[in-house]
């Protein structure tokens, strides 16, 4: 794997080609198919992982056996950092949702890479701090606001973290599954169907194939409404 490679990574932006050539020694890649487990909750976690390709979805399970979706992640991020810092067991399943590639790296090796480099150690931080942000916004959201307004804050959060604003009013961003959402914000699919499609006649939004487009105006109604 060349060192250049690690560029593409936000993680690696700052470093110099010496030490993109220490990481990329000890890096491995590894392939998984869609529905895959990478590892399971409760499990000991010895290594930490970047998407190179693919999607996951982060999940726990309800105590009534329901699957709860914390976050999908795709290219540029990364995941298990938790396990190798706090040498406690995974805190959550890690599943593909389409076929993934992974850059992984061993727990001694990644505990050296941030030892030696204050600029990632402080992007992991960051990350780390932004998804606790995340939960607790979203556990104020399922204890305080109705379904619309959980789907609402949904939405505005997905633009935010990965929309795409076009020239035509327009935010794109990447349709997760009715379900997928619904376990994600405490509810059925069939509301969730039921809700993107009032939303649909309401030409707030647009759905084809795999992408969602958000009428700017539509993210402003939503943030008045919250």
Not at 13 to 26: G, K, Q, Y
Not at 46 to 59: A, M, N, P, S, W
Not at 97 to 104: N, S
Not at 141 to 152: E, H, I, K, N, P
């Amino acid at each position: 794997m060349q060192p250049s490679f690690f560029r593409k990574f936000p993680l690696f932006a700052d470093l110099d080609d010496r030490e993109l050539a220490s990481i990329a020694a000890v890096a491995k890649t590894r392939r998984y198919a869609k529905d895959d487990v990478v590892f399971h909750a409760d499990e000991s976690g010895d290594v930490f992982c970047l998407i190179r390709e693919g999607q996951v979805k982060v999940t726990m399970i309800s105590p009534e056996g329901k699957e709860i979706i914390l976050s999908l992640l795709g290219p540029g991020d990364f995941f298990g950092e938790m396990a190798l810092l706090d040498d406690e067991p995974r805190s959550a399943t890690v599943m593909a949702t389409e076929p993934l590639e992974l850059v992984t790296i061993w727990r001694s090796d990644f505990l050296q890479i941030l030892a030696e480099n204050f600029s990632i150690a402080k992007k992991v931080l960051a990350e780390i701090s932004r998804r606790l942000r995340n939960a607790s916004n979203r556990i104020e959201s399922l204890a305080t606001m109705d379904v619309y307004g959980r789907l609402a804050r949904f939405f505005l959060d997905l633009a935010k973290d990965q929309g795409k604003v076009l020239d035509n009013g327009y935010v794109a961003v990447t349709r997760p599954t009715h379900q997928s959402i619904a376990n994600m914000i405490g509810t059925s699919r069939e509301t969730v169907s039921r809700l993107i499609h009032d939303l649909m006649r309401q030409n707030l939004l647009l759905s084809e194939g795999k992408t969602i487009y958000l009428r700017k105006t539509a993210l402003d109604q939503f943030r008045s409404e919250l």
